[in-house]
T-cell receptor, first 110, second 111 residues
Framework: RKEVEQDPGPFNVPEGATVAFNCTYS??????FFWYRQDCRKEPKLLMS???SGNEDGRFTAQLNRASQYISLLIRDSKLSDSATYLC???????????FGKGTMLLVSP | AAGVIQSPRHLIKEKRETATLKCYPI?????VYWYQQGPGQDPQFLIS???????DKGSIPDRFSAQQFSDYHSELNMSSLELGDSALYFC??????????FGNGTRLTVT
């Protein structure tokens, strides 16, 4: 079983739609969780960290469920510019590496 | 704000040649990571350094080596290049438990 699993998509949604991605992780000792966004041929960019209490940044909301070992990302009022691959990322300890999911592709159409 | 700087941006090499990729982390970041991302793949961890010492090792081939220098910049040395080494190579840096910040990457093409 892969350490971090995501639905690869693509998710095709119209502008203005709400879309949610889920991600599961296998290591119960994982400490830090992030969503990164990656545009084609570009570097991954941090979208947001994910906290147990849940956190929101504008149109984006991230949730962490430690009991079920999954992370979610909700995007409201989708924009064309949201089209990208969203990478679920887990860090097992302070100085350990990041483990990436394979990413979920989002395509927002007019 | 200063970001992670990688050079070169693009590199074309022939099979069996060598290549050196450079990475300059964000100032005061003490940890540097190298990732390889093939077409349609997620980034694969190669190796990391904390305070100039190797801290973790991933799927780095024996033909590759890396080091971190006293000024915290890092170099990834790749020898006996193969066609399958063609990929995007990302360097990232962090400090403490902070998220990783990635450089723009080096696109290596082996012909």
């Amino acid at each position: 079983r892969k350490e971090v699993e995501q639905d690869p998509g693509p998710f095709n949604v119209p502008e203005g739609a709400t879309v949610a991605f889920n991600c599961t992780y296998s290591n119960s000792a994982s400490q830090s969780f992030f969503w990164y966004r990656q545009d084609c041929r570009k570097e991954p960019k941090l979208l947001m960290s994910v906290y147990s209490s849940g956190n929101e940044d504008g149109r984006f909301t991230a949730q962490l469920n430690r009991a079920s070992q999954y992370i979610s990302l909700l995007i409201r009022d989708s924009k064309l510019s949201d089209s990208a691959t969203y990478l679920c990322v887990v860090k097992n300890s302070g100085y350990s590496t990041l483990t990436f999911g394979k990413g979920t592709m989002l395509l927002v159409s007019p | 704000a200063a970001g992670v700087i990688q050079s070169p941006r693009h590199l074309i090499k022939e099979k069996r040649e060598t290549a050196t990729l450079k990475c300059y982390p964000i100032p005061r970041h003490d940890t540097v990571y190298w990732y390889q991302q093939g077409p349609g793949q997620d980034p694969q961890f190669l190796i990391s350094f904390y305070e100039k010492m190797q801290s973790d090792k991933g799927s780095i081939p024996d033909r590759f080596s890396a080091q971190q220098f006293s000024d915290y910049h890092s170099e990834l040395n790749m020898s006996s290049l193969e066609l399958g080494d063609s990929a995007l190579y990302f360097c990232a840096s962090s400090t403490g438990n902070s998220p990783l910040h990635f450089g723009n990457g080096t696109r290596l093409t082996v012909t």
